[in-house]
């Protein structure tokens, strides 16, 4: 079993910035996906962004140009610096982990909330 745990959330100003920060409770084969998601009030959960053990990355449409996720792989942590934040980046944010990069994540975070708002 893994525990992701977040930090970072809170409420930002239109046209701020936040960084989110995820640190898992171990290493292995579970970590080699990690990545992040959100889900609005009445809207499904989606795909923010996610990155390899490698360093491949991948991103929504939504947040393209705004995000950008990494990783420190020797403190099992991934990070999301999102910019430019909308009033529609207003959503719980939750880490992901998993052995694979195009597979649904196995573990999840307890959720961060972001309010973007003035």
């Known amino acids: 079993q893994v525990q992701l745990v977040e930090s970072g959330g809170g409420l930002v100003q239109p046209g701020g910035s936040l960084r989110l920060s995820c640190t898992a409770s171990r290493s292995g084969f579970s970590l080699n996906a990690m990545g992040w998601y959100r889900q609005a009030p009445g809207k499904e959960r989606e795909m923010v962004a996610r990155?390899?053990?490698?360093?491949?990355?991948t991103y929504g449409d939504s947040v393209k140009g705004r995000a950008t996720i990494s990783r420190d792989n020797a403190k099992n942590t991934v990070y999301l610096q999102m910019n430019s934040l909308k009033p529609e980046d207003t959503a719980v944010y939750y880490c992901?982990?998993?052995?694979?990069?195009?597979?649904?994540?196995?573990?999840w975070g307890q959720g961060s909330q972001v309010t973007v708002s003035s």
């Open positions: 990155m390899s053990l490698g360093g491949s990355t």
């Open positions: 992901s982990a998993g052995p694979s990069p195009i597979a649904t994540p196995t573990y």
